[in-house]
């Protein structure tokens, strides 16, 4: 290509709000431009390096047995009303049609996926199988920021398997993890695969894979002793701490102005650790209307946090939202003063009474100062079960920094990361919801058990950037670059024009895609584009290096220049 005929520019300024190195190079170099939030076109450059990573994507899946079809995004509302996530992903785009037709702009295939199970797999013969596709999805992101990290209209590399049984599921699993490791380091950007919550796809287990990045929007935690590491919606560690030895009497105690359980542990003169905390929530079950759902009471040792998808995964799925002072004295409590003591616990989610969910972490501790549910009072030595009872008991804390870790007893560490891909075991989720089965050996129906993996190439495409740039552009891999050469002329003189034409033809005759800078530019404004655009090899035309008998040639992420006689520049850019 010639950069004379190229469409777009680039520019000298990133936009005002741009903050991640991605997204202002990409836009500087004219890889991609904004049409919305959320919402970019690929420019020439841009789509090149989408078609790189597309190109690899497809080769890893294929290796791994998978077929490559064409799904569509305008998917038939009935299809998500069959899995019940029509009115439970908040994300979902719809769109009406003629009369009362209404659809869904595909956020993700699982839907399509399983529908077409449902009609193509008649017996055992026809499984296991793995399909997948590379294409648009839409989401109606609250947030879209950051450049291509989070979109409104992405592209996506999905794969869905098909399998007999959980057994066949776990054997093939192992497989595309390995996948998705190859598709990353081919990429530049090798990953973490880490132990995931599965969100609102649903089904047993999943692994995200993560690039670690101080920016990263993503909460990590991993050991600094062993392999263990999960997102932080996922992660298990211990409740350190132990029973007393004598339980002290329940005293209502004056603890004026003291909402906060800083100000209450320091009142009484205890550790943040002998507290318990009341968070309060109204909490609304999955499809259901908010004035349907309840208040929940959720409790947890001072000095730890509620993490709330742990807490909505230990209710059965749902929303949660903070719940309103009204609601909280409706329920008997007292807000900043409250505990579940002198409270009607509920025994079930359908039962009267207040559903008291609490952290295992008191059962590490005793003593332990609560709120009197009267204004300026509170409970010292609270224990339970003894002074108070809970209708559930579930991990609901947020693993951070310093806690220790549930599989080597090491201390773990709360890491920042970008999400690159994820892997679903869905089981039979899907399957039963729709009634897809298969007949087995026997001639008996068995639901089918479906995996999901995904990879946002966008995304990927920024995280490459993330991780290969430096203060004067993007640093292209190789195996993503737009193309290889970058070559230019620079100076005056009718040689060296006509000698760069030359090397721009038989450069693309040996193979090789190029970038030929043909524009009538000072050399400073050829070498900033140059370093903006970030190609592998820079190729120089100059009157200078042809009087020395070559041209200068400079990979992109090395500062040495070498002198190369133009019948030697194939061989020399093959082998380096």
């Given at each position: 290509?010639?950069?004379?005929?190229?469409?777009?520019?680039?520019?000298?300024?990133?936009?005002?709000?741009?903050?991640?190195?991605?997204?202002?190079?990409?836009?500087?170099?004219?890889?991609?431009?904004?049409?919305?939030?959320?919402?970019?076109?690929?420019?020439?450059?841009?789509?090149?390096?989408?078609?790189?990573?597309?190109?690899?994507?497809?080769?890893?899946?294929?290796?791994?047995?998978?077929?490559?079809?064409?799904?569509?995004?305008?998917?038939?509302?009935?299809?998500?009303?069959?899995?019940?996530?029509?009115?439970?992903?908040?994300?979902?785009?719809?769109?009406?049609?003629?009369?009362?037709?209404?659809?869904?702009?595909?956020?993700?295939?699982?839907?399509?996926?399983?529908?077409?199970?449902?009609?193509?797999?008649?017996?055992?013969?026809?499984?296991?199988?793995?399909?997948?596709?590379?294409?648009?999805?839409?989401?109606?992101?609250?947030?879209?920021?950051?450049?291509?990290?989070?979109?409104?209209?992405?592209?996506?590399?999905?794969?869905?398997?098909?399998?007999?049984?959980?057994?066949?599921?776990?054997?093939?699993?192992?497989?595309?993890?390995?996948?998705?490791?190859?598709?990353?380091?081919?990429?530049?950007?090798?990953?973490?695969?880490?132990?995931?919550?599965?969100?609102?796809?649903?089904?047993?287990?999943?692994?995200?894979?993560?690039?670690?990045?101080?920016?990263?929007?993503?909460?990590?935690?991993?050991?600094?002793?062993?392999?263990?590491?999960?997102?932080?919606?996922?992660?298990?560690?211990?409740?350190?701490?132990?029973?007393?030895?004598?339980?002290?009497?329940?005293?209502?105690?004056?603890?004026?102005?003291?909402?906060?359980?800083?100000?209450?542990?320091?009142?009484?003169?205890?550790?943040?650790?002998?507290?318990?905390?009341?968070?309060?929530?109204?909490?609304?079950?999955?499809?259901?209307?908010?004035?349907?759902?309840?208040?929940?009471?959720?409790?947890?040792?001072?000095?730890?946090?509620?993490?709330?998808?742990?807490?909505?995964?230990?209710?059965?799925?749902?929303?949660?939202?903070?719940?309103?002072d009204e609601e909280i004295i409706a329920a008997g409590a007292t807000p900043g003063y409250a505990s579940p003591i002198g409270l009607t616990i509920a025994d079930s989610l359908d039962a009267p009474g207040v559903y008291v969910i609490a952290d295992t972490s008191l059962k590490a501790g005793g003593n332990f100062v609560v709120g009197a549910n009267d204004e300026g009072y509170h409970f010292t030595g609270a224990n339970y079960p003894r002074d108070f009872a809970v209708s559930q008991m579930a991990d609901i804390a947020q693993a951070d920094t310093g806690y220790k870790c549930a599989q080597c007893g090491g201390r773990i560490e709360a890491r920042r990361a970008i999400e690159a891909g994820h892997c679903f075991k869905l089981g039979t989720r899907y399957s039963k919801a729709t009634n897809a089965t298969y007949l087995d050996k026997n001639g008996k129906p068995q639901f089918i058990y479906m995996g999901s993996y995904g990879i946002g190439i966008d995304r990927l495409m920024a995280i490459i950037v993330e991780k290969h740039?430096?203060?004067?552009?993007?640093?292209?891999?190789?195996?993503?670059?737009?193309?290889?050469?970058?070559?230019?002329?620079?100076?005056?003189?009718?040689?060296?024009?006509?000698?760069?034409?030359?090397?721009?033809?038989?450069?693309?005759?040996?193979?090789?895609?190029?970038?030929?800078?043909?524009?009538?530019?000072?050399?400073?404004?050829?070498?900033?584009?140059?370093?903006?655009?970030?190609?592998?090899?820079?190729?120089?035309?100059?009157?200078?290096?042809?009087?020395?008998?070559?041209?200068?040639?400079?990979?992109?992420?090395?500062?040495?220049?070498?002198?190369?006689?133009?019948?030697?520049?194939?061989?020399?850019?093959?082998?380096?």
């Amino acid at each position: 290509m010639r950069l004379s005929k190229s469409f777009g520019k680039t520019l000298r300024e990133a936009p005002a709000d741009a903050e991640l190195a991605s997204h202002k190079l990409l836009i500087r170099g004219n890889f991609v431009r904004p049409t919305g939030a959320g919402i970019y076109t690929f420019m020439p450059f841009g789509y090149r390096v989408i078609r790189k990573i597309w190109a690899i994507l497809a080769d890893e899946m294929d290796a791994i047995g998978g077929q490559e079809m064409w799904m569509p995004n305008l998917h038939p509302s009935a299809l998500w009303e069959a899995t019940g996530r029509w009115n439970t992903m908040d994300v979902l785009m719809k769109v009406k049609g003629g009369g009362s037709r209404e659809y869904a702009l595909s956020a993700t295939h699982e839907e399509i996926v399983v529908d077409l199970a449902l009609r193509e797999t008649e017996s055992y013969r026809d499984l296991p199988r793995m399909i997948y596709h590379i294409s648009k999805k839409f989401r109606d992101e609250p947030r879209a920021r950051g450049g291509l990290m989070r979109l409104r209209e992405f592209i996506m590399k999905d794969a869905y398997t098909l399998d007999t049984s959980e057994e066949a599921l776990d054997e093939y699993y192992p497989q595309m993890i390995q996948a998705y490791y190859n598709i990353f380091e081919r990429c530049g950007t090798p990953a973490l695969a880490i132990n995931a919550d599965v969100g609102a796809m649903g089904g047993k287990s999943s692994h995200e894979f993560v690039v670690p990045h101080d920016q990263g929007e993503d909460t990590f935690i991993a050991c600094a002793d062993c392999d263990y590491a999960a997102n932080v919606e996922a992660a298990v560690f211990v409740r350190e701490g132990d029973k007393p030895e004598k339980l002290d009497d329940l005293v209502k105690t004056a603890t004026p102005n003291c909402k906060t359980i800083a100000d209450v542990a320091d009142f009484i003169g205890v550790p943040t650790s002998q507290t318990g905390k009341a968070v309060f929530y109204w909490w609304t079950a999955a499809g259901e209307q908010e004035d349907a759902g309840r208040f929940i009471f959720g409790l947890v040792r001072g000095d730890l946090e509620v993490n709330e998808v742990k807490l909505i995964n230990a209710l059965g799925g749902g929303t949660v939202r903070a719940a309103t002072d009204e609601e909280i004295i409706a329920a008997g409590a007292t807000p900043g003063y409250a505990s579940p003591i002198g409270l009607t616990i509920a025994d079930s989610l359908d039962a009267p009474g207040v559903y008291v969910i609490a952290d295992t972490s008191l059962k590490a501790g005793g003593n332990f100062v609560v709120g009197a549910n009267d204004e300026g009072y509170h409970f010292t030595g609270a224990n339970y079960p003894r002074d108070f009872a809970v209708s559930q008991m579930a991990d609901i804390a947020q693993a951070d920094t310093g806690y220790k870790c549930a599989q080597c007893g090491g201390r773990i560490e709360a890491r920042r990361a970008i999400e690159a891909g994820h892997c679903f075991k869905l089981g039979t989720r899907y399957s039963k919801a729709t009634n897809a089965t298969y007949l087995d050996k026997n001639g008996k129906p068995q639901f089918i058990y479906m995996g999901s993996y995904g990879i946002g190439i966008d995304r990927l495409m920024a995280i490459i950037v993330e991780k290969h740039h430096d203060d004067y552009g993007i640093i292209w891999p190789e195996s993503v670059a737009p193309f290889q050469v970058h070559l230019m002329h620079i100076g005056k003189g009718s040689d060296v024009r006509k000698t760069a034409d030359s090397l721009y033809d038989s450069l693309r005759k040996e193979g090789f895609e190029v970038l030929y800078d043909d524009r009538e530019a000072s050399p400073g404004v050829k070498f900033n584009d140059a370093d903006l655009i970030g190609i592998p090899w820079r190729v120089t035309v100059g009157g200078r290096s042809l009087a020395q008998g070559g041209v200068e040639v400079k990979q992109r992420s090395e500062k040495e220049r070498h002198l190369v006689p133009i019948e030697e520049l194939a061989a020399f850019l093959r082998q380096s």
